[in-house]
């Protein structure tokens, strides 16, 4: 099992940037893929980015495409989502999510962080 912790979240305004973090532990080398996805309130959980371990493939969602820049520092076991332009609708509770598969379905990813909340402001 993988544990994960997420850390950056905040309050921002409109335009402003964040960067989260996830740093993985316990058995991260049973891990293929790390994925970002976000939650806001009534909402399903929705895909943002995913990048894997090995050779650091990349998949955005259209949403946040351009904006958001997933990377990972595979020595260190974390995983980092650098997100500019930030807009309102980007608000909701971001987690990172470890799978031993490619997917961007929420299913195909088998341990999760506690989430952080991200709050941006008009």
């Known amino acids: 099992q993988v544990q994960l912790v997420e850390s950056g979240g905040g309050l921002v305004q409109a335009g402003d940037s964040l960067r989260l973090s996830c740093a993985a532990s316990g058995r991260p080398f049973s891990s293929y893929a790390m994925g970002w996805f976000r939650q806001a309130p009534g909402k399903e959980r929705e895909f943002v980015a995913r990048?894997?371990?090995?050779?650091?493939?990349?998949l955005y969602s259209t949403a946040v495409k351009g904006r958001f820049t997933i990377s990972r520092d595979s020595a260190k076991n974390t995983v980092f989502l650098q997100m500019n332009s930030l807009k309102p609708e980007d608000t909701a509770v971001y987690y990172c999510a470890s799978a031993r598969v490619l997917g961007v379905l929420p299913q195909a990813y088998d341990s999760w962080g506690q989430g952080t909340q991200v709050t941006v402001s008009s």
């Open positions: 990048i894997t371990w090995t050779d650091g493939m990349i």
